[in-house]
């Protein structure tokens, strides 16, 4: 029972509220914006969707981790970032504009992009007899939970600016509420192995975390980006949608120890994107 209402109920309510609640904060200009600083969203896109799952891909080999936790653990590097790091962003001082434009650019492209990982993963890491493509329908359940949720708060706010101001809030703290449920529930749900799932993909886990928001931002100050755009960049690969990354594992593909990764990554970033930011402020004098 408790399985059905986390998978059936209480997750694409949540992952449709975090969606409505990006949607909210997102307008066209966000994506047209890409024309304004073209090389830092490249190169944002760069580390999201070829970079980090390579990285993440060698973690996985080099810990070891069993085929399940190692096609999870795949399954978060794609997952794109969403509004925790835009507010992450604004507080370590980054580039709060860029964060946006990348964040609304992930979500569009990661509903096709997670669908080819995934699949690399699970036909890389399952066996044969174990390797089952997502099917079609399932591709266009993760289109219509992320797309359509954002599309609607999109239009409210277009349509509709003093309402979107007004949900703004409740919308964002729900959405901690639903995120902050979905993992308790999951932990709940694995109880009986998770202290050992821990010990397992625990130190890969963190090494994934560590190493996004590595490779976001150094890769940008390589190619002589400002440090705004470099801490939003960083900020942006290293947070996760978890939340999404838990529903397709659970909802999607079934599975619920592909779940753990996400679980573990979810309850990790908060605090080191919080060491991560005060590292990059430290003698700053730009801000």
């Known amino acids: 029972m408790q399985a059905n209402f986390l998978s059936a109920v209480l997750l694409p309510l949540a992952l449709a509220i975090i969606m409505m609640g990006l949607g909210l904060s997102l307008q066209l200009e966000d994506f047209k914006r890409v024309v304004t600083f073209p090389k830092a969203v490249v190169l944002g896109l760069f580390c999201q969707m070829i970079l980090l799952p390579v990285i993440c ?22 997952s794109p970032g969403g509004p925790t790091a835009n507010l992450y962003s604004h ?46 329908s399932k591709v266009m359940e993760v289109v219509m939970i992320v797309l359509l949720p954002v599309s609607i708060g999109m239009v409210v706010r277009s349509k509709f600016s003093k309402l979107a101001a007004t949900l703004d809030k409740p919308v ?33 886990t963190l090494t994934l975390n560590v190493a996004s928001m590595a490779i976001g931002y150094f890769v940008p100050l390589f190619f002589q980006l400002g440090k705004k755009q470099a801490i939003a960049i960083g900020m942006e690969i290293g947070i996760h949608n978890g939340t999404l990354a838990i529903f397709i594992a659970l909802t999607v593909i079934g599975n619920s120890t592909m779940s753990i990764p996400p679980v573990i990554y979810s309850l990790l970033m908060f605090f080191t994107a919080a060491i991560f930011g005060y590292l990059v402020n430290i003698g700053r004098k730009d801000a």
């Open 172 to 204: 964002k703290i729900a959405s901690a509420i639903f995120l902050t449920l979905v993992i308790v529930l999951t932990i709940i749900k694995e109880r009986n192995h998770i202290v050992d799932d821990f010990k397992t993909v625990g130190l890969a």
């Open 57 to 78: 891909y060698f973690i996985a080999m080099g810990f070891g981790l069993s085929p399940e936790l190692a096609v999870g653990l795949m399954l978060l590097s794609a």
């Open 91 to 136: 507080i370590s001082k980054g580039d709060v504009a860029l964060n946006v434009t990348l964040t609304a650019l992930n979500s569009l492209i990661s509903v096709f992009s997670i669908t080819i990982i995934v699949n690399f993963a699970m036909k890389q890491f399952m066996q044969s007899d174990q390797y089952v493509p997502l099917q079609f």
